[in-house]
């Protein structure tokens, strides 16, 4: 079992809808989660992070995590064509030192 | 957030050559991480880079084909050894500073001939 797992994609929208991107853990004691957005040829760039079960919600993007099903997901909502990219879903595994785990990532296409 | 400078941003080397990236953070940060990117994968760990001390290696790498070095709180090398084409990746650098997630430089887009 990988320590973090995603739907590699691709997720096709429409323009306008929701998208939502799933991610579950294998750690149960993990203890923060983050979400990562890669443009093609780009670096990650970190858009979400949530430590506590429930939802975060920032502009359009909300964080939710589910402790005891060992899931995290990211919602988009009015998805653009600008929000095509790959997320990446990332975790901080107890004892981890800081140090991430990543999943493989999810492609993400918005369609005009 | 601190800005984190990396150099070289891409290179093309000859197989059994060295490189040598270098990653500057213009604040201290506690701590500095190397990734690497194989082409159409995600991101792995390779080492946490210690200030002053020897890095710590994730599970796969090891220190002679990818030296690390940390003179200070803002400053980072990884060198990627006697390489050959499957080291033909995006390195990033990452910094951590306190409480703050982790974020990332530009990377260094890596070919090897």
């Known amino acids: 079992q990988k320590e973090v797992e995603q739907n590699s994609g691709p997720l096709s929208v429409p323009e306008g809808a929701i998208a939502s991107l799933n991610c579950t853990y294998s750690d149960r004691g993990s203890q923060s989660f983050f979400w990562y957005r890669q443009y093609s040829g780009k670096s990650p760039e970190l858009i979400m992070f949530i430590y506590s079960n429930g939802d975060k919600e920032d502009g359009r993007f909300t964080a939710q995590l589910n402790k005891a099903s060992q899931y995290v997901s990211l919602l988009i909502r009015d998805s653009q064509p600008s929000d095509s990219a790959t997320y990446l879903c990332?975790?901080?595994?107890?004892?981890?030192?800081?140090?991430?785990?990543f999943g493989t990532g999810t492609r993400l296409l918005v369609s005009p | 957030s601190a800005v984190i400078s990396q150099k070289p941003s891409r290179d093309i080397c000859q197989r059994g050559t060295s490189l040598t990236i270098q990653c500057q953070v213009d604040s201290q940060v506690t701590m500095m991480f190397w990734y690497r990117q194989q082409p159409g994968q995600s991101l792995t760990l390779i080492a946490t880079a210690n200030q002053g001390s020897e890095a710590t290696y994730e599970s796969g790498f090891v220190i002679d084909k990818f030296p690390i070095s940390r003179p200070n709180l803002t400053f980072s090398t990884l060198t990627v050894s006697n390489m050959s084409p499957e080291d033909s990746s995006i390195y990033l650098c990452?910094?951590?500073?306190?409480?703050?997630?982790?974020?990332f430089g530009d990377g260094t887009r890596l070919s090897i001939l």
């Open positions: 990452s910094v951590k500073d306190g409480d703050q997630p982790q974020h």
């Open positions: 990332a975790v901080n595994m107890r004892g981890g030192f800081q140090k991430l785990v």
